[in-house]
C-alpha cells in the first residue's frame, strides 16, 4: 500500500502519528475561543469508530483528572465514515478493515477486535455520531458516557452502533432518556451534527483525532492525532502556566470509582504502574470477584463487579 493511498482513505489509520483521516495540513484555524468557565477550552474533533481516538482515552482520563478544574473539553463529530462510496487506499469495502484495526489495537495497546468489519460491518458512522449530537441536548456528561459506551460495544463487543438497536441499549446503560434521545436523534441531532462538520471543513480538520487547546485571549494549540500524555499537559500549560495538576487517589477502588470500566493501558496511565504490572493487578482483582473482565483476542477489559444485595 503507498503512502499516497495510505493518506487518501479515510478509515486507514497511521499508528505512527496517531491519526484515523485524511491528512491535511491547514494554518488557518477559524475556532473561535468561546467564553468559558474554564482558564482552558479544548475543542475535541473525534468520531465514535475513529480507533486513533480510542487510543487516546488513557491520555485523555489523566488529563481530565489532573486538569480537570482548569479544562473544559466541548467534543465535537467529524464525519470519518460517510458511507462506502468511495475506493482508495486498499480499502474499499468493510473486510479490508478488519486487518488492520487488529494492527491498530497492537500498536496503541488497546483492545480492539476488527472481526466486527467480517460479522456485523457499519455502512456508516454517521449514526452513532448523530446519537452522542442527540445526547448532548439532554446532558453533556451523559453524552461522553454515550460514546464511551457505544465504543466498548464496538471495539470489544463487535457491535454494529449505526444500528439503533445498539444505539438505543448503549443510551439506556449510561442514563439517558432513550425516547427522547430517538426524537432527537431524527430532529435536532443531525442539526447539530451537520453544524460539526461545517465547522471540521472550515478549520481542514480531515483527521483524528484533532484536538485544539484554546484561552480567552485567543491563544491556540493544536495537537493532532495520539501522543503521549506530555503533550497534552504541556497544551494545557501552555494555554494556562497556573494550570493546578491535582493530585489524585491511585488506588484501584478511587480509578474504578471515577471511570467504572478500565484496559490495562488506562490502568497504567492513572495508576502509574507498568502495564504488565497493570494487567497483573487487575487480573488478582477479577480471581477475587472484585471486577468483572471481558476477554476478546485484543486485550480485556475490567469494570466493577456490582454486588447485588
Given at each position: 500500500?503507498?503512502?499516497?493511498?495510505?493518506?487518501?482513505?479515510?478509515?486507514?489509520?497511521?499508528?505512527?502519528?496517531?491519526?484515523c483521516?485524511?491528512p491535511e495540513?491547514?494554518?488557518t484555524?477559524?475556532?473561535?475561543?468561546?467564553k468559558?468557565?474554564?482558564?482552558v477550552k479544548?475543542v475535541?474533533?473525534?468520531?465514535?469508530?475513529?480507533?486513533?481516538?480510542w487510543?487516546?482515552?488513557?491520555?485523555?482520563?489523566?488529563?481530565?483528572?489532573?486538569y480537570?478544574?482548569?479544562?473544559e473539553?466541548?467534543?465535537?463529530m467529524g464525519?470519518l465514515?460517510p458511507?462506502?462510496?468511495y475506493?482508495?487506499?486498499?480499502?474499499?469495502?468493510?473486510?479490508d478493515v478488519?486487518?488492520h484495526?487488529?494492527e491498530?489495537s497492537?500498536?496503541?495497546?488497546?483492545?480492539?477486535?476488527?472481526?466486527?468489519?467480517?460479522?456485523?460491518?457499519?455502512?456508516?458512522?454517521?449514526?452513532p455520531?448523530?446519537?452522542f449530537?442527540?445526547?448532548?441536548i439532554?446532558?453533556?456528561?451523559?453524552?461522553?458516557?454515550?460514546?464511551?459506551e457505544?465504543?466498548?460495544?464496538l471495539?470489544?463487543?463487535k457491535?454494529?452502533i449505526?444500528?439503533?438497536?445498539?444505539i438505543?441499549t448503549?443510551?439506556?446503560?449510561?442514563?439517558?432518556?432513550v425516547?427522547?434521545?430517538?426524537?432527537?436523534?431524527?430532529?435536532?441531532?443531525?442539526?447539530?451534527?451537520?453544524?460539526?462538520?461545517?465547522l471540521?471543513k472550515?478549520n481542514g480538520?480531515?483527521?483524528?483525532?484533532s484536538?485544539?487547546?484554546?484561552?480567552?485571549?485567543?491563544?491556540k494549540?493544536m495537537?493532532?492525532?495520539?501522543?503521549?500524555?506530555?503533550f497534552y499537559?504541556?497544551?494545557?500549560?501552555?494555554?494556562?502556566?497556573?494550570?493546578k495538576?491535582?493530585?489524585?487517589?491511585?488506588?484501584?477502588e478511587?480509578?474504578?470509582?471515577?471511570?467504572?470500566?478500565?484496559?490495562?493501558?488506562?490502568?497504567?496511565?492513572?495508576?502509574?504502574?507498568?502495564k504488565?504490572e497493570s494487567?497483573?493487578k487487575?487480573d488478582?482483582?477479577?480471581?477475587?470477584g472484585?471486577?468483572?473482565?471481558?476477554?476478546t483476542k485484543?486485550g480485556?477489559?475490567?469494570?466493577v463487579k456490582v454486588?447485588?444485595e
Open positions: 500500500m503507498t503512502t499516497d493511498s495510505v493518506n487518501n482513505n479515510p478509515l486507514i489509520c497511521d499508528p505512527t502519528e496517531g491519526v483521516g485524511v495540513n491547514n494554518d484555524v477559524n475556532i473561535k475561543s468561546e468559558s468557565d474554564k482558564p479544548i475535541y474533533f473525534t468520531d465514535p469508530i475513529c480507533s486513533s481516538c487510543g487516546i482515552e488513557p491520555q485523555l482520563r489523566k488529563l481530565k483528572l489532573e480537570g478544574n482548569d479544562i473539553i466541548d467534543y465535537r464525519g465514515l458511507d462506502w462510496s475506493n482508495s487506499g486498499g480499502i474499499s469495502k468493510p473486510s478488519a486487518h484495526w487488529d491498530v497492537l500498536h496503541y495497546e488497546m483492545p480492539i477486535d476488527g472481526d466486527v468489519w467480517l460479522e456485523d460491518p457499519l455502512d456508516s458512522s454517521y449514526p455520531s448523530i446519537a449530537k442527540a445526547a448532548q439532554q446532558s453533556k456528561e451523559k453524552a461522553v458516557l454515550l460514546m464511551r457505544m465504543r466498548e460495544m471495539f470489544l463487543n457491535k454494529n449505526a444500528k439503533w438497536e445498539h438505543a448503549a443510551a439506556e446503560r449510561v442514563g439517558l432518556d425516547t427522547q434521545l430517538k426524537t432527537d436523534f431524527e430532529g435536532s441531532g443531525k442539526i447539530f451534527f451537520d453544524e460539526d462538520l461545517k471540521a472550515e480538520v480531515r483527521g483524528f483525532p484536538i485544539f487547546f484554546m484561552n480567552d485571549s485567543g491563544n494549540e495537537i493532532y492525532g495520539t501522543k503521549p500524555y506530555p499537559e504541556t497544551a494545557v500549560l501552555k494555554m494556562f502556566p497556573n494550570a495538576k491535582k493530585e489524585y487517589s491511585k488506588n484501584w478511587s480509578l474504578f470509582e471515577k471511570y467504572p470500566s478500565l484496559t490495562a493501558k488506562e490502568f497504567a496511565e492513572l495508576s502509574g504502574l507498568n504488565i494487567e497483573k487487575l488478582d482483582l477479577f480471581v477475587k472484585k471486577l468483572k473482565k471481558l476477554t485484543n480485556s477489559l475490567w469494570t454486588i447485588e
